[in-house]
């Protein structure tokens, strides 16, 4: 007979101080995601009048109205590539209908940088379309037909548009799926069109799903740097970039940065509120998944659904990488310049260990809450999740500040002290990068955790505490070997956002430090895209694997 272990009238006591330790280490770490918001916030208050003045006469206006412009024109373009394409591929049944509807994800994988890039160099003068429109027609110049300019206003949003709308679809597919059959067929039963159907009953209920996905679109728009300032469109993301170096204004950039939060913080308010209303309307429905029945188009209108689905799958990805191959295969011996395998190498350095550092906070923060669900746990995770909606541009500015404070004042004690001087220890090296992106996406790592934390049962360290497993010994041995698949995934979220990330680690990588990133918008700032063909198809390629991964846990 197996031999129960004693309880311990210590147990309480060390329980309690358990869970104090996990608690100030949940707290801890909020801090410390929360020292660049206080930056920011620091130094837009400490500038000069003149500085703010400038700001609001000078740049805020025009500035403003151009964000506003992007944003809006950015979600309802979105909004119509997501919502149509996710309710063509979840309500009928049309001819490469299993195929499109996982290629409509693709587009995740091209970061809207490369996109501009590749975009400009397919849609320019000199572009192929524009030498075949001319070679076709018989024009010798510029002068002798219209082509609409792509570095404009436009461009920017159909460019923006074809890589962020499968936000919307993928929140729209989900909400069109889980609503089944039962209520478009009761609708039709009852007289309703298929259009009617449509407008009355299934967008209704798919409300809170398309507010979360135009609020991940707005905040993709609002992070955007390497887009618009190729473009050539003023928001005021590129604003604040063009402040802290350009103009030399670091606390001109911080409250333009405030204005930007300020947009920020009513789009999570908003996708919060939606996010409630999600669950309700989820509640509500009363058929399932497989039970859902498509049905089926005929020849002329099943290829008109498969053209609308293949449409935006053609322009956010497979326009980018065509031109991205076509470019890398004739400049293939740029895989070995030293460059590119410096540039890689950190990025696999800075990737790598955001992620490690991300996982490992994103479960203690999981695993605080699931030991403890008091007030300050749920107000630290709270905080600590505050990065991922800060704009990469403002993020940098608070993270620079007080890592250079810190570095300024390490070397001055040891300089009077020891007669040593560290110089920028932090702030000089890529620990401003791994810190910022630390930061950011924090809460992507944290969510992704949490998730699988809540698909085990709580009644499974209950368990093993009973059959003789210390606290421990149930995290180690029982409850890390289940968590394994969500921390993996975790942690390639973070690893493959990071490799992509530009608009933080242009401003904070120290000199002669590049990553894929950086290396890719040093190129295309000169004007050879083709240069940077080879790097950004790695990003791509790096890119596409959580997205694959994404589409094939949907199609299940």
Known sequence: MPVLPRASHDYPRVVKEETRSLIFLAVLVALISAVPLGAVVWIAFSGSTDSLSHVLVNVLPKAASRTFLLVSMTGVLSALFGIATAWLVTTFEFPFRRILSVALVLPLAIPSYIAAYTFVEFLDYTGPLQTALRSTLGFKTARDYWFPDIRSLGGAVLILSSVLYPYIYLACRATFLMQGRAASDVARTLGSGLWRTLWRIQLPMARPAIVIGLTLVAMETLNDIGAVEYLGVNTITFSIYDSWLNRGSLSGAAQLALVLLAVVIVLISIERIARRRQRFSANRTTSSVNDHVRRPLGFGSGSLAAVACLLPVALGFLLPFAML??????????????????????????????????????????????????????????????????????????????????????????????????????????????????????????????????????????????????????????????????????????????????????????????????????????????????????IVLVGLIPVLFVSRTMER
């Open 325 to 538: 191959v076509h470019y890398a295969s004739i400049r293939l011996e740029l895989l070995a310049e030293p460059k590119l395998i410096k540039a890689l190498w950190n990025s696999v350095q800075v990737s790598a260990a955001a992620a490690l550092a991300t996982v490992m906070i994103g479960f203690m923060l999981a695993y605080t809450h699931r030991k403890d669900t008091s007030h300050s746990t749920r107000l630290a995770g709270r905080i600590a999740s505050l990065g991922y909606g800060i704009p990469g541009t403002v993020l940098a500015i608070g993270v620079l500040f007080p890592l250079a404070a810190f570095d300024n004042t390490l070397d001055a004690i040891l300089r009077a002290h020891l007669g040593i001087s560290t110089g920028l220890l932090l702030s000089g090296s890529g620990f401003a990068i791994f810190y910022a992106c630390s930061v950011r996406f924090l809460t992507m790592a944290e969510g992704t955790v949490d998730a699988g934390f809540q698909k085990l049962s709580p009644h499974l360290d209950m368990a093993a505490r009973t059959l003789g497993r210390n606290r421990r010994q149930t995290l180690l041995f029982v409850l890390l070997p289940n968590m394994r698949p969500a921390l993996l995934t975790a942690g390639l979220f973070v690893f493959v956002e990071t490799m992509k990330e530009l608009s933080a680690t242009i401003l904070l990588r120290p000199f002669n430090f590049n990553t894929l990133a950086t290396l890719v918008y040093e190129d295309a700032s000169r004007a050879q895209v083709e240069d940077a063909s080879v790097a950004a198809l790695i």
